[in-house]
């Protein structure tokens, strides 16, 4: 009878238990991918964003992005195209300007405007903690929506997670991230209505003074056939920055 | 008098073709300035009374949250619309006004649409009457299809859609979370003019939920008033208006407890500037612990009394309990954090809880609370005029009144970069909403009034040119009548009398032949989407002639006429009796 209870003990352990412990809670994956993108640290780099447009061609946008990781301010300026060269946009505590070359003048914008007409917003550059904003998808039964499963030939996590608070663009993800390290790969952002609305891919990461940063990510938009925006990153530097850059002065200074 | 009058009279038919001439001119003149002035007053009639109703409406009454432009959300929709109800004149209609910028999917074809919310009533029923090119109106009323809208025939045509096709939108929500849906186009309407043609009408029972929106609440307050013949009136009942919207200060009225402990006290939020803080610190004394942080959430200030009866210390959680204003039988429970106790000579706030302004609007706005009774055990909100009044949240911060479209935009930018997280509430009328349509109505006033001008400069050129040349040729007959008796002042009255008799004549035909004309060309269709179909009323030519402006007009041409006929006659007038007689040419 002994050697039944171990015999069970031991098949337990090799077969289902040791598994079900592999699985992280979805808290736990969530914050394993901040703290993955938690840079701690000033970053400058260059970055090329190619918008094709169903019917609309192909749109490259150039520009190099400065952030002081301590205040969360953040300076933007466009190289390319020529027509949009030398605008940029600088965020300075609750201050959010636009620059415009062509008129040297910096107007107040809001966080929610486009920037450079793109579909990217102000807000999202700032700094922001997947876990503060979403939290697990629980089901019917209490579980939560996580498992292991192959994307190509890398082994990753599968998760879905809910908006917590009411201003996130996507009230709902499903992440797909590397299971050695947490890096994510892919991620599908759903409507309130539940609708596909755009899958990101994260292909290539690098690895910076210890710190992992995407090189590219492919945004496809899955409600409108045919968008694909990516967005390339070089030129990465994690050392701190001078914070003269991020005042009007050096916006003009790097416009000219 | 009477023989100034009848040798007038007499002169005008004696020199038919002259009078028939010189009057033509006049009636040209008088039709170009009654055309004008018609059509003038129907640009403004269509500005006015039509487009600036359907985009903005006469004065627009809007909250927006979190200090964002395009975060509008009136939470309280019927205590609003009582409010303006009772202190502004004149309303034909208040009109929620719930839209969103979408962009669209049809077969195979994208565009971008503007989706309004409408409601059925007589004038939609009118106006369906009239604009539906294909469809039933029941459709859109029914429950047969799903989200159904009606689509105007320019965007049905870039979107390759028609009659019981479906529609894909990506929406926004009121806060900026994506949203997506289908509709069904139940209906293809013809439109007026180039800004009608971005609409997508659907019902407001279905945009609401899709945006965000609950029953009771919505997104801005359009007011109309009766036909606006006078658009300055505006200006008057928005002041009015504004001055009857002054906030209360917010409470939330609930069951503070812990444990099986529990006792009626009051929530206030407290603003979160130095100023405020220095205020509520001359009324309450910090016994334990220390004042929220901005982002500190959940933390509250509780007084020492309330701590006590509920056995709390610093770092103790604690539950607000209240009930919901809309949702009956719903109980709002936050739980909270004790930050601080605090300890005041006033008896009144022994049950108050403080919250940091943040966490106060979070769970104020998002489940307004039922407003207590008066004399409700543990409720307690400051009087006008105390000191500890300004220290706690308004319902809503009013935004100054503006006067322009660059004074709106100004403030709306002061109050982007405060990022407040509570309501700001504005009230704005047309001259700031719509502020390029009347600049541009202005433009076409004055260019009107510039080009009639002109003309009638010319015209009155002519009136003098004529009246030389009558004198000249009547020398001798002026000779004569000064020779028989006649005064100075007759001849100068009878060439006066002469002229303003042509131009009451002129006009009086100059006007039948501008109604004719506005009659004629009004009836003509005029199928264009063009920036031109801003002139146009269900595509015809809209002119607007009034009894007074048309009065005003002749009168207007009348005294012109009768000043510059003054000079000639005058001169005729002085001219000797003796050298007139002998005048030959």
């Known amino acids: 009878m002994k050697l039944l209870k171990t015999w069970i003990l031991v098949v337990l352990l090799l077969c289902g238990t040791p598994s079900v412990f592999a699985v992280p809670s979805i808290a736990e994956a969530m914050r394993r991918v901040d703290s993955m993108m938690d840079l701690d640290a000033d970053l400058s780099v260059k970055t090329v964003m190619t918008e094709n447009k169903a019917n609309q061609g192909i749109k490259n946008f150039e520009a190099l992005y400065f952030r002081k990781d301590k205040t969360d301010e953040f300076l933007i300026v466009m190289t390319a195209p020529e027509s949009d060269k030398g605008n940029g946009y600088l965020r300075v505590a609750e201050n959010f300007w636009m620059y415009r070359q062509n008129t040297r003048t910096f107007q107040h914008i809001s966080r929610d405007e486009s920037i450079m007409g793109t579909d990217a917003k102000g807000g999202d550059f700032e700094k922001k903690k997947l876990a503060d904003l979403y939290k697990p998808l629980i089901d019917a039964q209490g579980k939560e929506d996580i498992t292991e499963e192959l994307l190509g030939k890398k082994e990753v996590y599968k998760f879905t997670i809910i908006a917590k608070v009411n201003d996130v663009t996507y009230p709902k993800q499903v992440y797909w991230v590397q299971k050695d390290n947490f890096l994510t790969l892919k991620i599908q952002s759903y409507s309130l209505s539940g609708t596909l609305m755009q899958t990101a891919y994260y292909p290539k990461w690098t690895r910076v003074q210890g710190k992992y940063l995407p090189l590219q990510m492919i945004f496809i938009d899955e409600f409108e056939k045919g968008n694909k925006t990516i967005v390339e990153l070089s030129g990465i530097s994690l050392t701190k920055l001078d914070p003269k850059i991020f005042t009007k002065a050096y916006l003009e200074f790097l416009s000219k | ?585």
């Open chain 2, 1 to 585: 008098m009477k023989l100034i009058f009848t040798l007038s009279i007499r002169n005008l038919f004696r020199q038919k073709r002259r009078s028939f001439l010189l009057g033509s001119a006049i009636s040209f003149g008088m039709m170009i300035l009654v055309i004008a002035n018609s059509f003038s007053h129907g640009i403004s009639d269509n500005l006015f009374n039509r487009m600036v109703v359907y985009m903005t409406g006469h004065m627009e009454v809007a909250i927006m949250e979190k200090s964002r432009l395009y975060n509008r959300n009136i939470r309280d929709r019927d205590r609003l619309i009582g409010i303006i109800k009772s202190s502004v004149t004149g309303i034909k209609e208040i009109v929620e006004n719930v839209s969103t910028f979408s962009r669209c999917i049809g077969n195979g074809k994208n565009d971008n649409a503007a989706f309004v919310g409408v409601v059925m009533n007589d004038e939609m029923r009118e106006f369906l009457k009239s604009s539906l090119l294909d469809g039933k109106v029941g459709d859109f009323t029914g429950n047969t299809w799903e989200n159904p809208v009606l689509v105007y025939s320019n965007k049905a045509k870039s979107l390759n859609v028609k009659r019981l096709d479906t529609i894909k939108a990506r929406l926004l929500t009121l806060t900026g979370q994506q949203q997506s849906a289908r509709f069904t186009v139940v209906g293809i309407l013809k439109e007026n003019n180039i800004f009608e043609s971005m609409a997508i009408f659907t019902r407001l029972s279905d945009l609401k939920p899709l945006l965000g929106y609950r029953p009771w609440e919505t997104g801005t307050l359009h007011v109309n008033f009766t036909r606006l013949n006078d658009p300055r009136f505006v200006v008057k009942e928005a002041a009015a208006l504004h001055e009857k919207l002054k906030p209360r200060i917010a409470a939330i009225y609930g069951t503070v407890s812990r444990g099986g402990r529990a006792r009626k006290a009051t929530a206030l939020g407290f603003f979160d500037t130095d100023e405020a803080k220095k205020i509520l610190m001359n009324h309450l004394k910090i016994v334990r612990g220390g004042i929220p942080v901005p982002g500190s959430k959940k933390n509250a200030m509780v007084s020492e009394d309330l701590a006590t009866f509920l056995q709390l210390k610093v770092g103790d959680p604690f539950s607000l309990k209240y009930e919901s204003q809309f949702e009956k039988n719903k109980e709002i429970v936050n739980t909270y954090t004790v930050a601080a106790l605090y300890t005041s000579n006033e008896a009144s706030v022994k049950n108050v809880v403080l919250l940091q302004e943040d966490s106060f609007y979070k769970t104020f706005l998002e489940n307004l609370p039922v407003p207590p009774s008066d004399g409700s055990a543990g409720f307690y909100v400051p009087k006008k005029g105390d000191s500890l009044y300004p220290v706690f949240s308004p319902e809503w911060k009013l935004l100054p009144q503006t006067k322009t479209g660059d004074e709106w935009l100004k403030k709306i930018h002061t109050m982007n970069k405060t990022r407040w997280k509570g309501p700001a509430l504005d009230v704005s009328t047309m001259y700031e909403r719509a502020s390029d349509i009347l600049k541009m109505e202005s433009a076409l006033n004055v260019i009107t009034f510039i080009s009639v001008l002109i003309l009638f400069f010319i015209i009155l050129i002519g009136v003098i040119n004529t009246l030389r040349m009558t004198i000249h040729e009547r020398t001798r007959e002026i000779g004569t009548m000064r020779a028989i008796g006649m005064q100075r002042n007759d001849v100068r009255d009878c060439f006066i009398m002469e002229t303003v008799l042509l131009s009451f004549f002129s006009c009086i035909a100059g006007t039948a032949a501008a109604i004719i004309i506005m009659q004629v060309t009004g009836m003509i269709t005029i199928d264009t989407t063009s920036f031109f179909s801003i002139f146009l009323v269900d595509k015809h030519l809209y002119f607007l002639p009034t009894v007074k402006s048309i009065l005003g007009n002749i009168v207007f041409i009348l005294i012109i006429t009768a000043v510059t006929a003054y000079f000639p006659a005058k001169r005729a007038a002085r001219l000797s009796a003796a050298e007139a007689l002998r005048h030959f040419e």
